[in-house]
């Protein structure tokens, strides 16, 4: 019975069944063994770890520092706002899903009238075709990302954005995000929308517990909409952030600048320190926002964010608490700025008025007043679309017609066996002809610096001998054209079929062409076949005035005349200089205390309105900015350079008499005309001349013939004229001034540049003199106190939120003239006194309490458009404290500079009784001035 027993039992030890069995027995055992160990002797323990299984360090935004003028008024400060943030808790992870909340996001966004700010590298376009949003590195960046490749391919980088668009959402490509977003299921704006939102939080996929914004300064309609959808939105929440907002705006612009999101690009790729920056960080663009971004900025503090092995947070900890940036005092007078930049506006507004339809040289015509706001003030894109009014509509096929008889037109004359040359075509086809050359060169069609400028034919050309079709099939043999650029260069053709693809290619860009297209609109305005009245009644119709219904009226009847309409618009400055970018429409005034070289105003006009470029920026405003011609992006007091013009012969005097070359006494006789030169005599100013003057007189005058005799004087070697000593001596005086390098006032101001050439025009401050206002105002400040050259400031001190001053900037001397007598000075001052008290000036300072002294300049830059106008002064003459210049680009005569800064005195120094506030008339002002002084 034992042996049956044993027998069983060894059977089954030595089974292939037993053995499996006492594996798994073994392997139930330990799993038992280990759930027991993980639960009950060690579960509290993983319990925790798994709770709080990360952590990570991130960043507390600190807040930014205020801008205050001198007198501690708020200029730039932070204000509450909301944002839309996404944070990924990984509740959802399914894309259709994603797509599906984003999508609902995007919609209770803008139904309440906010949009999204998310960065991405694409767009789309007005035609709704997906285009680049970024150039140059910052496309490289973009491609990098979305390919996950830091090895670009070539044929990755010159994939279009098309492409790139469907590799992020839909490629089967291991790299590729696979947005999958439905092309049925959303229209291609929506598509393109949450693609932009999912490709942000791709970009933050290694950084989930980062919070990302979707949307900032949200009203408080989408806030309550967020919140109340909150359950259907995983990871959205609203979050309490800051907009910077600034004060006196316009006036204070390009002063102030702008700040604006860090952006997607790198932060060592902006030079920014990743211990300072997050991405999501404002910093400052341009102005003192930039200038002083290291005291603006603030430290950002800390906190320690813990996160479950489901990337849930579980637990925030300050660590390190924010410091708020230091504050900024400006030496600006932000009163003084506001009622000059007004009062420049209305002044520049008063002369352009004066002369339209006013005959004479640089007339402005009443159509080109009508094409200026077709051109810079109303939105010609807006015609072509859907919903687009009758008038919108009714003009843009006045355009399509006229553009395809354009089109047609060209074919004729650029045929192949077209002789029409530029005197044989009207202005409007000669225009058309020279714009198309130019277009070609600057595609790189026509290889400009290929071209042999002593070849027959291309004389014949500019000759206007020959036409433009016979020059490029010329161009074409010569090989001047790059053929890649329009045809394929392996195969054969002939002349006539390389020249045909050439007009074709041509005519693509023309049609693409912003540029060309105005002027066919111009052509129109030109003609009447779109008239003043409808330009009238389109700009209440796109909001540019505000409507009235009696106007409208009016200008449909007849009753009003465009012509009046418009005027009385500019006269009340309901549509201004600024807008209408005619001459003139820009200007720049700076005021300086002579005794530090601080900066009390510096204007540029036109300004713009900086918040709408804070924080983010308004696209299609920022886009108005940069197509407007009159540049309001441009801070001319430091970045337009002219010709000194005759403000340069205080300069001129200070070296004649100091070089000995002249003495008070000595006089030289104006008859009109310098007659040193063999030939090509310049001419004064007077053509009837001044007659006999000393230092004094030629100051007062301005007499150009008596300055050309110092500037001979000072080119004289033994007797013999050498225009090289002459420009070697100004030279010398010329960087005793500051003249040799930029004012120090900052804002990247742009470098002077000493005359090099002509001694003697150079001495009236003509040759190749060329300065900002704020290196002629420092000029002037050396005038004005004898002999220290300031460099000009415009920050006063920094202090700490709790008001502890933490840096002054004490005035600096960037130097000290010391050979030049009293006399010297006394002569130069007399000069400048009776300039402005002995003439017709005079009047222009009868309401200012102190007695001015300045010198007026009129330089020439083009001989097509009106000279520029300068003034320099200062100012009380007795005991100088302030200096005021004021430079009207393209402003006809100098007297009308004079009467700006007649106006700063007079705010400056009313007489008793007057309010300041008065002196502000908030609309254009007649010119009192006539006659140029120069």
């Known amino acids: 019975m034992l042996d049956i027993i044993f027998d069983k039992i060894k059977e089954t030890v030595t089974s292939r069944v037993f053995a499996i069995t006492m594996i798994y027995l073994v392997l139930v055992g330990g799993l038992i063994y280990r759930m027991f160990y993980l639960q009950i002797i060690h579960g509290e323990e993983y319990q925790k770890k798994y709770e709080s299984s990360q952590t990570h360090t991130r960043a507390i935004k600190a807040t930014r520092g205020n801008i205050y003028d001198k007198n501690g008024k708020l200029l730039a400060e932070n204000v509450l706002t909301y944002s839309v943030i996404f944070q990924d808790y990984g509740k959802l992870t399914e894309a259709s899903d994603i797509n599906d909340m984003v999508a609902n996001m995007i919609k209770l966004i803008e139904k309440n009238n906010d949009t999204i700010d998310v960065e991405f590298g694409l767009k789309l376009n007005d035609e709704g075709k997906i285009v680049y949003a970024v150039s140059g590195n910052k496309k490289k960046r973009f491609l990098k990302d979305a390919y996950s490749n830091e090895k670009l391919t070539d044929k990755e980088l010159s994939v279009s954005a098309e492409d790139a668009y469907e590799f992020i959402n839909y490629s089967t490509d291991t790299n590729s995000p696979k947005f999958n977003v439905d092309k049925k299921k959303y229209s291609k704006e929506m598509q393109f929308k949450i693609t932009a939102i999912r490709y942000a939080m791709y970009m933050n996929r290694y950084s989930k517990y980062k919070q990302l914004t979707i949307a900032s300064d949200v009203n408080e309609k989408t806030v309550a909409a967020i919140e109340e959808n909150s359950a259907d939105l995983k990871g959205v929440s609203i979050m309490e952030d800051t907009r910077r907002v600034y004060h006196c705006s316009t006036s204070m612009a390009h002063i102030l600048g702008y700040t604006g999101s860090v952006g997607s690009t790198s932060l060592k790729e902006q030079g920014l320190d990743e211990e300072k920056y997050t991405s999501n960080d404002q910093i400052g663009k341009s102005g003192i926002e930039k200038e002083y971004e290291d005291y603006l900025h603030g430290t950002m503090g800390q906190e320690e964010v813990t996160l479950n092995n489901k990337k849930a947070i579980t637990k925030i900890e300050v660590t390190k608490e924010p410091v708020a940036g230091k504050d900024v005092y400006l030496t600006i007078d932000a009163d003084l700025q506001e009622a000059t930049y007004k009062m420049l506006e209305e002044h520049i507004a008063g002369i352009l008025l004066s002369k339209i339809e006013a005959g004479g040289d640089f007339s402005i015509k009443m159509t080109d007043v009508y094409y200026a706001l077709l051109n810079n003030v109303i939105d010609v894109m807006k015609f072509s679309e859907k919903d687009a009014s009758d008038l919108e509509k009714s003009i843009y096929n006045t355009y399509k017609h006229e553009r395809s008889s354009v089109f047609d037109r060209l074919d004729t004359v650029l045929g192949f066996n077209s002789k029409e040359n530029y005197n044989t075509l009207n202005k409007d086809y000669q225009d058309y002809t020279v714009y198309i050359y130019r277009l070609l060169g600057n595609k790189g069609v026509l290889l400009k610096d290929k071209i042999d400028k002593n070849d027959a034919t291309y004389k014949k050309y500019v000759k206007d001998k020959i036409s433009l079709s016979e020059f490029l099939q010329y161009a074409i043999s010569k090989e001047w054209i790059d053929r890649s650029k329009f045809s394929d260069t392996d195969g054969y053709y002939s002349s006539e079929e390389i020249y045909a693809k050439m007009i074709q290619y041509t005519k693509k860009l023309l049609k693409n062409d912003s540029t060309f297209n105005k002027k066919v609109y111009k052509n129109l305005v030109a003609s009447q076949k779109i008239t003043g009245t409808q330009i009238s009644l389109l700009l209440f119709e796109q909001g540019v005035i505000k409507y009235n219904k009696d106007e409208v009226a009016k200008l449909k009847s007849g009753a009003i005349s465009a012509s009046s309409f418009i005027r009385g618009k500019i006269k009340k400055l309901k549509i201004t200089p600024g807008q209408l970018g005619l001459d003139p429409s820009s200007g720049s005034v700076v005021v300086t205390d002579s005794n530090s070289g601080e900066v009390r105003a510096m204007v540029s006009y036109p300004g713009y309105d900086n918040n709408k470029l ?321």
């Open 614 to 934: 804070a924080n983010k920026i308004d696209a299609d405003y920022y886009s108005l900015l940069t197509t407007s011609t009159a540049s309001p992006l441009i801070n001319r007091p430091v970045q337009q350079r002219t010709a000194p013009g005759s403000t340069y012969k205080l300069l001129t005097s200070v070296a004649g008499l100091t070089e000995g070359v002249i003495t008070p006494s000595t006089t030289f006789n104006c008859t009109g005309k310098f007659d040193k030169f063999a030939a090509n005599n310049p001419a004064c100013w007077r053509k009837s001349g001044h007659g006999k003057l000393n230092v004094v007189g030629g100051i007062k005058n301005s007499c150009n013939v008596f300055f050309y005799n110092v500037g001979w004087k000072l080119s004289l070697v033994n007797g013999k004229y050498n225009s090289n000593v002459g420009l070697k001596k100004l030279k010398k005086y010329a960087e005793m001034f500051g003249f040799d390098a930029p004012s120090g006032v900052g804002f990247g101001e742009y470098q002077p540049k000493i005359s090099d050439e002509y001694s003697v025009p150079s001495a009236i401050g003509q040759g190749t003199n060329a300065y900002t206002p704020t290196q002629i105002n420092r000029y002037t400040d050396a005038v004005a106190n004898k002999g220290t050259v300031y460099d000009l400031s415009i920050v006063d001190k920094i202090k700490t939120s709790s008001g502890k001053v933490v840096k002054n900037f004490n005035s600096k001397v960037h130097n000290k003239i010391t050979t030049v007598a009293d006399s010297t000075w006394s002569l130069v001052h007399q000069g400048a006194y009776q300039v402005v008290n002995d003439s017709n000036l005079k009047g222009l300072f009868s309401k200012a309490t102190v007695e001015v002294a300045g010198k007026t300049g009129t330089a020439q830059e083009q001989t097509t458009r009106p000279d520029h106008a300068l003034f320099t002064s200062f100012a009380p003459y007795d005991n100088p404290k302030v200096a005021v210049t004021a430079v009207i680009p393209h402003g006809y005569t100098s007297s009308y500079a004079a009467e700006i800064a007649g106006k700063v005195y007079q705010y400056m120094y009313p007489e008793p009784g007057t309010k300041k506030k008065h002196l502000i008339k908030n609309e254009a002002v007649t010119p009192k001035a006539s006659a140029s002084h120069d």
